[in-house]
């Protein structure tokens, strides 16, 4: 094992920030802009992709820049383990950086120059993280990536985001308080703060009070970014941020810095050895384990699509926690392996999340039933990237959960494996809903979602959908029917009251309030805290609207009509495939204030449109509509006459906010969503799946069994 | 030559004439002789670094007579330092009044003056001497804080002026105690003299309780401060700037070197308890100030609280008796005043474009004036202590030493200002950048008041001038690269400091 | 020694310490500006009295040596230093006092009082 002195690490860091700068005097020029991202994205991963060779065979880098403070060298030394994550970090930028050109554009967001120089800073930042000589080093670089995540937190400029970012910065600057007091304590009693690999010898003779003590400091300050409970709150509120940003940061970049604070900590800073001896590797192991559990109960409650991911994401993350808490070669390896294949199945589903709201402007669970056959590609990557988070073969979680398995096991904890085989079971609990009604449910035949919604114990009368998703109890049924009853004679002004969701689109701060006659919207569900209006991101006009034409139609049909659901003419052809449940129709026509057919002559001709979309109709032949959408639904490749095979084959989404229960329109893998999108989509799942069937040859399991093997001495 | 020291001194006080004398003639008298003595300044300066740095510490012997019986001044590296810092924020500052501060060839004599006291402050090596220049730095304080004739500066000037009295005064008493002690005013001679009378009589402990009682009026520790946020708040942008870099940094060397080289860490280990106040007084600066700074809405009158709180650091630094901790201190007392130089200007151009320096003015300021936002959160997060940022290495350095030392309390305020620095930083930076005019309900910003505050001169909002751009950004790329460059700093300061341990 | 004999030997100090605490209870009690700075200059001069009072040296001669007459024929000479301290103090007060009224004239003729209630009165109302 040699030392090579090269500016290899250092370029490495330097290089995205040099893009910082090619970003900011491009600003002007926002086709150019993307440029110096890409360029720079792509050479990092060539510098430190030209690494590998070296640091595989046991070597390390060095570039030596001097001292930082007295006894501080201030040294980037590209190991095994820094590669690992610098490779991580690059490779997945590369591939974001796509993602976000196609997200950033798609919804048309402001102050694009700021977010991507924050998150080119941000990568250098992570890179320098991972090419930190010593704690100091390692201070450094991770309060910079605080400083550079900021602005990609607060991005949208809310009062929601400005609050999510306060937290954010209140929550990792305190983790940095509690990591420079650890680090102050090592300094002090050991003299040095340099990661050696088998950890600082004289940790292990020193007062072994301030030696756990000063592990309580640092595991817990990294630990703010590690997500462990109870400082992981800061991670379901940053889910603000746009979604590449939650991807790449808040599920690579951020939220590994802080596990591989940890890493470092156990393997170099004190050793394994140590961590045992001290008896301060369990009890870590202890809180990630709790923090596995809980947050995947939590996780079963969030209505919100991102939500569910980020407490997914503080769920895994302790996955890797409870691999390096554990004394045991193989726990060790399945929590460094577990670094990169959290990494690629956590990125796929949020690209998948990112692209259902680029496209389809849903962030609700509830309201993705049949979603699948809108994205089918992109609910496909899903479903692969979710049971590799179960730990089910052939996807990249399920190697790492087998060297934990045998880890835990071997470590004498045999209560840790059958916590990560419960947290299995969960995480099919949680993913497996959404999977199967994307593609096997309708918005008529959902389930309620979120699986947890009513009190745990469950509800002693039978709990019916009411066709949004939302469970609905007993007894609400027959008020629905009779109005599907008085539907049907076409009678607008029918001002039933109706206990159905009459503006099933959950859009709450829309006119919602303005039909009086309807029902006072149903939150996401009666338990459910996170109601939809809390999140910036839906609340933009940007979100509810696209760039077609249609959608000034249907605002301008909003204002003029004044409800949700347009009166249709009974001529109409609009029967563009969307959906509605009777009962829905039902509501919404005894909503619609003005009944006067010339309000539908008026309505008709925006109506006509073939690129329209009508949100409901519940014209005079509502049933028999009902059926041609029923027949639709099932036979997509029959189109009613006119108008229809057009719609289908526009590229005009539907509106989620505008429609109760949207049957998804078709479209395959060319129309589902723009490459820019779909191409990271499909690379990072295919990570996923090399990671598990071939780790060996995919070079991150090689780099982890260098690093455990010189750390603890046994070679796997 | 070693005649630089004095001339340190005398050019500028010499020069203060110039700009009254010579502006019967010409107008802009004022402006150039500040800038010619700022140069010339900068190059004595240099001449005494050099010397120190190769020859080690030096003295000179004012008029020839000797010490203990003449006057001394003495230079080491810490010295060396602090002067070249003067006259860099000479420079800075005199080049900044050229567009926006007050014109008045008073205003220039005035400067001068200070530049004269605060170099004093710094090289002298007797007591009284040091009595002498602080006063001449108050007075010319007092009169500079009232130098844009608004009557709200005024008043501030003369509480500052009450408050700071006092404490000079009660410096006096201090060194008259020590005099009748021990006869001689000479610091070098009364290290000596102090252990013959002995450390722990009233008549030492109480001279001891004087000075100090009397510079921390001077720098601005809690519960003294209360002239400060008033005489930040109300007086010329470049004023502010000037003080809150140079006048508390000389206080506090003042402090650092009547406990280390008049009564030596002896004197620590015979009246621990001393020390000990010293340092739990500074403590509680740091945490008050910070809280304090919170709550503020004037964005300079929060800014005075963080210098109280970043000098309750510094002093904490140098009340633990460490090595370590003693550098930190002196690294981050310059790095400190470069920051808060740095900031002050860029809160006059904030001001200047916003038309008021409240923070709610400062709302979406990041679009309109860039490059003095993003200077102003760089030298925010540098001051919070983000490293590789100078702010870092002081505290990591005081932070260390402190432990060392067994003040596990000083250790823990100190870490945890940063959270509390962050606290009222965020604030602004979050409504530069985070925040859009209509989004905010309008707000009356006091513009009556603050309109005054630009020396006298246009009160109309204008646009930020090159030089504010060019100062703004110095400062936060000085407080980056020298917190690049600590450990070569730290390395200069080591031997200055090391004679005491 | 007993209170009498403090008073009539160090009777200085016991002046010193009184007009110290004369001139603080004066700077921060009264409202009107002219009288801190009244109290001001009371403080001063009580530092001024203890400087001279200490530098008293009984039965000793002023330090004048006539030329000629080497170091001089007493037995015990007063140290000139305390006096030349104290002439620099003094001047310091009289330049400080001058600046504090120069200020004061500029706040009376703004506010058109000395009173420092009714002077903060006038600023709230601005």
């Known amino acids: ?716 | 030559m070693t005649d630089a020291l004095p001339l340190l001194v005398v050019v500028p006080l010499f020069a203060a004439l110039f700009p009254v004398a010579l502006g019967y003639l010409w107008n802009d008298a004022g402006w150039a002789t500040a800038a010619i003595t700022a140069v010339v300044h900068l190059g004595l300066a240099g001449v005494v670094a050099q010397q120190v740095l190769t020859g080690g510490q030096f003295s000179y012997a004012v008029g020839g007579f000797q010490p203990p019986i003449g006057i001394e001044l003495v230079a080491d590296s810490v010295t060396a330092v602090l002067v070249i810092l003067i006259s860099s924020i000479t420079i800075l500052i005199v080049g900044y009044t050229r567009r926006v501060g007050p014109h008045q060839n008073a205003f220039y004599s005035e400067l001068l003056l200070l530049t004269a006291g605060v170099s004093g402050v710094v090289i002298t090596g007797d007591l009284f001497n040091l009595y002498v220049f602080l006063e001449i730095t108050g007075l010319a304080t007092y009169a500079l804080v009232a130098a844009n004739r608004s009557p709200a500066a005024a008043l501030a000037s003369v509480k500052y002026l009450l408050v700071g009295t006092i404490g000079a005064s009660l410096y006096l008493l201090g060194v008259g105690y020590l005099y009748v002690a021990t006869g001689t005013l000479n610091m070098a001679d009364l290290a000596t003299q102090l252990p013959a009378v002995g450390y722990d009589t009233p008549l030492v402990v109480t001279g001891f309780i004087l000075l100090m009682t009397g510079l921390a009026i001077k720098t601005a520790l809690f519960p003294v401060h209360t002239w400060q946020p008033n005489a930040y708040a109300k007086s010329p942008h470049s004023v502010t700037a000037y003080i809150a870099a140079l006048v508390s940094t000389a206080a506090a060397y003042a402090i650092f070197r009547i406990i280390y080289t008049v009564f030596t860490p002896s004197f620590a280990s015979v009246v621990p308890l001393a020390l000990d106040v010293l340092a739990w007084v500074a403590a509680v600066s740091i945490i008050v100030g910070s809280v304090l700074a919170v709550v503020q809405s004037d964005l300079k009158r929060m800014l005075a609280y963080s210098s109280v709180a970043q000098f309750g650091l510094i002093i904490a630094g140098i009340a633990v008796m460490n090595q370590i901790a003693l550098t930190g201190s002196v690294v981050h007392l310059v790095g400190h005043a470069v920051m808060k130089a740095g900031l002050f200007v860029a809160v006059g151009g904030l001001a200047s474009v916003a038309g008021g320096q409240t923070i709610d003015d400062m709302i979406g300021l990041g679009r309109r004036a860039p490059i003095v936002s993003l200077g102003f959160a760089t030298l925010a997060f540098a001051l919070v202590g983000v490293p590789p940022a100078i702010g870092f290495a002081g505290k990591w350095q005081i932070v260390l030493g402190a432990v060392s030392a067994g003040h596990w309390a000083v250790g823990v305020v100190a870490v945890v200002s940063t959270m509390l620095t962050l606290a009222y930083f965020l604030r602004v930076v979050e409504r530069l950048y985070f925040r859009s005019p209509s989004s905010v309900d309008e707000q009356t910003s006091d513009m009556s008041m603050n309109m005054t505050t630009d020396g006298g001169d246009t009160l109309v909002a204008s646009s930020i001038t090159t030089t504010t751009r060019i100062i703004v950004t110095l400062s936060a790329i000085s407080a980056i690269g020298l917190g690049l460059a600590a450990s070569d700093l730290i390395t200069i300061l080591e031997p200055a400091v090391e004679v005491y341990f | 020694m007993t209170p009498i004999e403090l008073l009539t030997s160090r009777y200085s100090y016991i002046v010193f310490v009184a007009l110290v605490g004369i001139g603080l209870y004066g700077v921060i009690n009264s409202s009107n500006l002219v009288k801190k700075v009244i109290g001001l200059n009371i403080f001063q001069v009580g530092i001024f009295l203890f400087f001279i009072a200490s530098g008293y040296v009984n039965d000793a001669a002023p330090p004048l040596i006539e030329k000629g007459t080497g170091t001089g024929t007493e037995t015990a000479y007063a140290s000139p230093l305390p006096h030349v301290l104290i002439l620099t103090a003094i001047v310091v007060g009289v330049s400080l006092t001058a600046v504090a009224l120069a200020l004061i004239i500029r706040v009376y003729n703004a506010y058109g009082s000395l009173d420092e209630d009714v002077i903060r009165e006038v600023q709230l109302n601005d």
């Open chain 1, 1 to 716: 094992m040699s030392t090579i002195i090269s500016l290899k690490p250092l370029l490495a860091v330097i290089l995205p920030a040099i893009g910082i700068g090619g970003i900011v005097l491009s600003r002007r020029y926002p086709n150019i802009r993307e440029g110096p991202t890409i360029v720079t994205a792509v050479s990092t991963v060539g510098v430190i992709a030209s690494l590998l060779p070296a640091v595989l065979s046991g070597n390390v880098y060095i570039t030596n820049l001097g001292t930082f403070v007295p006894g501080v060298a201030f040294t980037l030394r590209a190991d095994a383990l820094g590669t690992l994550f610098a490779l991580l970090a690059s490779f997945l930028w590369v591939i974001t950086s796509f993602y976000s050109i196609g997200y950033m554009r798609g919804l048309d967001e402001h102050a694009q120059t700021r977010y991507f120089a924050s998150f080119a800073g941000s990568v250098s930042a992570a890179i320098g993280v991972a090419f930190a000589s010593n704690l100091i080093i390692l201070y450094i670089f991770y309060e910079l990536l605080t400083v550079a995540t900021y602005p990609l937190v607060t991005h949208d400029e809310s009062d929601a985001a400005r609050a999510a970012g306060r937290k954010y910065l209140a929550y990792t600057f305190g983790g940095g308080v509690a990591v420079l007091a650890g680090i102050v304590l090592v300094f002090w009693s050991t003299g040095t703060v340099a990661f050696t690999p088998g950890g600082i010898a004289s940790l292990a003779s020193i007062d072994p009070l301030i030696a756990r003590g000063a592990f309580a400091l640092l595991a817990g300050g990294f630990g703010v970014k590690a997500a462990l409970i109870p400082v992981h709150s800061w991670l379901p509120d940053a889910m603000v941020a746009p979604t590449p940003v939650s991807g790449l940061l808040h599920a690579v970049a951020v939220v590994k810095s802080g596990v591989f604070g940890i890493s470092r900590l156990v393997f170099d800073v004190y050793g394994p050895e140590t961590v045992a001896a001290l008896g301060v590797g369990v009890p870590l192991a202890a809180i990630a384990a709790v923090t596995i559990v809980i947050a995947s109960i939590i996780a079963l409650r969030q209505d919100n699509l991102k939500r569910r991911l980020a407490y997914s994401t503080i769920s895994q993350l302790s996955y890797i926690t409870l691999g390096l808490g554990l004394f045991s070669p193989e726990a060790l390896i399945g929590g460094l392996l577990h670094i990169p294949a959290h990494a690629f199945m956590k990125l796929t589903l949020f690209f998948c999340a990112g692209a259902i709201h680029v496209e389809t402007h849903t962030d609700n669970i509830s309201k993705m039933a049949g979603i699948g056959r809108r994205m089918p590609l992109t609910m496909s990557a899903f479903a692969i990237a979710s049971v590799g988070m179960a730990g089910l073969p052939l996807v990249a979680g399920f190697v790492s959960k087998w060297y934990l398995l045998i880890g835990s096991v071997d470590a004498g904890y045999p209560i840790f494996a059958i916590v990560l085989l419960s947290s299995g079971i969960l995480n099919i609990a949680y993913f497996w809903p959404i999977v199967y009604q994307a593609f096997f449910q309708t918005a008529v035949e959902t389930d309620a979602k979120p699986v947890i919604e009513f009190s745990l114990g469950g509800q002693w009368r039978p709990i019916r959908t009411d066709g949004h998703g939302h469970g609905r109890e007993y007894g609400d049924e027959h008020t629905e029917e009779t109005e599907s009853e008085s539907e049907s004679d076409g009678d607008d002004t029918a001002d039933i009251a109706t206990t159905g969701d009459g503006n099933a689109n959950g859009q709450p701060d829309d006119t919602d309030a303005e039909s009086s006659q309807q029902e006072p919207k149903i939150p996401d569900g009666p338990s459910d805290p996170n109601a939809e209006t809390t999140y910036a991101v839906d609340v933009y006009p940007s979100d509810h609207t696209t760039t077609s034409t249609a959608d000034t139609e249907r605002s301008a049909r909003k204002t003029t009509a004044n409800n949700r659901d347009e009166t249709a003419n009974p001529n109409a052809t609009m029967n563009t495939g969307e959906d509605n449940t009777s009962i829905e129709t039902a509501s919404r026509s005894s909503s619609s204030t003005d009944a006067s057919p010339s309000t539908h002559a008026s309505d008709t001709p925006l109506t006509d449109t073939p690129e329209s979309k009508t949100e409901t109709e519940h014209s005079p032949n509502a049933s028999i509509n009902r059926d041609d959408t029923q027949t639709l639904r099932d036979d997509p490749d029959l189109g009613i006459s006119d108008g229809d095979d057009e719609t289908l084959k526009t590229e005009e989404n539907n509106d989620d906010m505008h429609v109760s229960d949207p049957a998804w329109e078709r479209r395959t893998v060319r129309t589902e969503s723009t490459w820019f999108m779909l191409a990271p989509i499909v690379i990072a799942v295919t990570g996923a799946v090399v990671l598990g069937v071939i780790p060996q040859q995919a070079v991150f399991l090689s780099l982890i069994e260098q690093v455990v093997t010189a750390a603890t001495g046994v070679v796997i």
